[in-house]
Nanobody, 122 residues
Framework: QVQLQESGPGLVKPSQTLSLTCTVSGGSITTNYYYWSWIRQPPGKGLEWIGYIAYSGSTYYSPSLKSRTSISRDTSKNQFTLQLSSVTPEDTAVYYC??????????????WGQGTQVTVSS
């Protein structure tokens, strides 16, 4: 029932800020107890969790990316966004948004967006 869709530019220049939006339908991003996450997969590599914004608005980021990452939300639009600053070609990846349940009977990543390719290149 919950559907997510990523959107944003597919090409970003080095040193600029990558900005993506995830639009959620079929459920509210303020629903207890869900954590709205960003994950990426560089070519030929595994999935890397970037961070989340919780139902409460609290955020938590991967330590390796924390200094460059900002996740925010617009509850009126049921959207959350990713901003990754100072990008390099190593940030090239398919970026996914996903819902994450940590408690009760809804644990794990329940819903994923289809993913969007972001290439960092000059």
């Amino acid at each position: 029932q919950v559907q997510l869709q990523e959107s944003g530019p597919g090409l970003v220049k080095p040193s600029q800020t990558l900005s993506l939006t995830c639009t959620v339908s079929g459920g509210s991003i303020t629903t207890n107890y869900y954590y709205w996450s960003w994950i990426r997969q560089p070519p030929g590599k595994g999935l890397e969790w970037i961070g989340y914004i919780a139902y409460s608005g609290s955020t938590y980021y991967s330590p390796s990316l924390k200094s460059r990452t900002s996740i925010s939300r617009d509850t009126s639009k049921n959207q959350f966004t990713l901003q990754l600053s100072s990008v390099t070609p190593e940030d090239t990846a398919v970026y996914y948004c996903a819902s994450l349940g940590l408690y009760g009977n809804q644990q794990g990543f329940g819903s994923w967006g289809q993913g969007t390719q972001v290439t960092v290149s000059s």
